[in-house]
């Protein structure tokens, strides 16, 4: 059974940046499309980047686009995102989680079926 746990999560001032780490145990990650999303209190859980799992295709929402980067290594069993550039809109709880890798009106992760615990982002002076 496939079970992902995040790292990396923290306190950043404004500009600052933070590198997120979802490993994976029980099975491998390699067969799945991962994304990492969201979620800021009082909000809705959002979609934030999701890469496909040979790692040729990768998605960001427009409001992280040129500031994150999604990356996986199938050899160490782990997702990473590196984050720059870190607004206080990014402070969120964000979840890893692994989807079927087939696209789904054109974007893979839109059907997550494993998720993390979670890690806290703060960005704050």
């Known amino acids: 059974q496939l079970h992902l746990v995040e790292s990396g999560g923290g306190l950043v001032q404004p500009g600052g940046s933070l590198r997120l780490s979802c490993e994976a145990s029980g099975s491998t990650l390699n067969y799945y499309a991962i994304g990492w999303f969201r979620q800021a209190p009082g909000k809705e859980r959002e979609g934030v980047s999701c890469i496909s799992s040979s790692g040729g295709s990768t998605d960001y929402a427009d409001s992280v686009k040129g500031r994150f980067t999604i990356s996986r290594d199938n050899a160490k069993n782990t997702v990473s995102l590196q984050m720059n550039s870190l607004k206080p809109e990014d402070t969120a709880v964000y979840y890893c989680?692994?989807?079927?890798?087939?696209?789904?009106?054109?974007?893979?992760?839109?059907?997550?079926?494993?998720w993390g615990q979670g890690t806290q982002v703060t960005v704050s002076s």
């Open positions: 989680a692994a989807a079927p890798n087939i696209r789904y009106s054109g974007l893979y992760c839109q059907r997550p079926f494993s």
